[in-house]
């Protein structure tokens, strides 16, 4: 009796070892993930949607399992594979700077392993105010209630970078996302919101449209304090006129890119598919949202701060040319 119970224990022990051995950190023998999680945005904003849409693409045509999950956008992104939540995620430029040197947000916590797979498209902010509520420049916000974005946001970030480079002093803040934020102004419990996300955006269209708005311009010297070497991922960015109903001025403003960021963890092999299956169906992908159109391969790897690409998006690069 004692060497058959002796025998099943080691049965049972051989067993553990060669599941441990198999499936190290959720990975299969292959060395790919058994489910690889993208960390998003809020629901009414470009980055939950364009997330599910990529997300699908990945898990149909790359023999991967990729789930998108909302979030309250860049920092919380970020927060979230810092801790091995998720795996990749959605950012803008300066929020990844600001991880990778442990700056602000990070400032308690560095995270080294974080890379770029790619840039993807302009991040602009649409400074949206009530018509009634007689504001006609960023200086005008001072003392008003305004929406920044959602707590933990680059828009909440991007909207105090713009506060402080018009010198405005004090607003009455609110932090609420984009639909949320459409519904204050409805409601006119805020007189402006900032809408940071890919042009066109539909909250803005949703706002401007459906509530008496309109956009406000930034002005040269806040443009040039937005885009000096403090904020090197920053650029002028101009919303041509006609890109809204009722718009009858380009409206200058500034932008970056919009980035999806992946842990340093995720196999090159992974990450090199992930990246090659993104730019190589651009044309698949535009019928799933318009924003896709604004993709720049020429681009995906320019004004990303000093922060290193990850190996196989590297390798993608590489091989077509994009870099030497």
């Known amino acids: ?76 992104n970020l927060k979230l594979m810092q801790r091995g939540e998720s795996h990749l995620a959605f950012s803008t430029v300066n929020i990844i700077w600001e991880a990778y040197n442990g700056e602000n947000s990070f400032g308690d916590k560095k995270y080294e392993d974080v890379r770029i797979l790619a840039n993807l498209y302009p991040n602009v902010s649409h400074i949206i105010a009530l018509n009634d509520a007689k504001i006609d420049s960023i200086d005008d916000l001072d003392g008003e209630s305004f929406v920044l974005g959602a707590a933990g946001s680059a828009t909440e970030l991007e909207s105090k970078l713009i506060l402080k480079a018009h010198g405005v002093q004090s607003v009455k803040e609110n932090y609420v996302g984009f639909g949320e934020a459409v519904d204050l102004m409805r409601n006119k419990q805020v007189k402006a919101v900032n809408i940071y996300t890919g042009v066109p955006a539909a909250g803005a269209s949703e706002l401007i449209s459906t509530v008496d708005s309109k956009l406000v311009s930034f002005t040269k010297e806040g443009v040039a304090n937005m885009t000096d070497e403090k904020n090197p991922w920053n650029f002028e960015y101009v919303i041509e006129k006609g890109t809204y109903e009722g718009q009858e001025e380009d409206i200058l403003t500034v932008g970056q890119y919009s980035t999806i960021a992946v842990d340093v963890n995720l196999s090159e092999e992974t990450v090199y598919e992930m990246t090659k299956s993104l730019w190589e169906n651009l044309d698949t992908l535009s019928e799933g949202h318009s924003v896709v159109k604004a993709f720049d391969l020429e681009k995906a790897v320019t004004g990303t701060a000093d922060v290193p690409l990850h190996p196989g998006a590297e390798k993608y690069y590489k091989e077509i040319g994009v870099l030497k």
């Open 1 to 76: 009796m004692k060497s058959r119970h002796w025998l099943v224990l080691l049965m049972v022990c051989m067993l553990i070892f060669v599941s441990a051995c198999s499936s190290d950190n959720g990975a299969t023998a292959e060395g790919k993930p058994d489910r690889i999680t993208f960390s998003t945005g809020t629901t009414s904003g470009v980055y939950y949607p364009l997330g599910a849409l990529l997300a699908t693409h990945w898990t149909n045509t790359n023999d991967l399992s990729v789930t998108a999950q909302a979030s309250n956008g860049s920092v919380e």
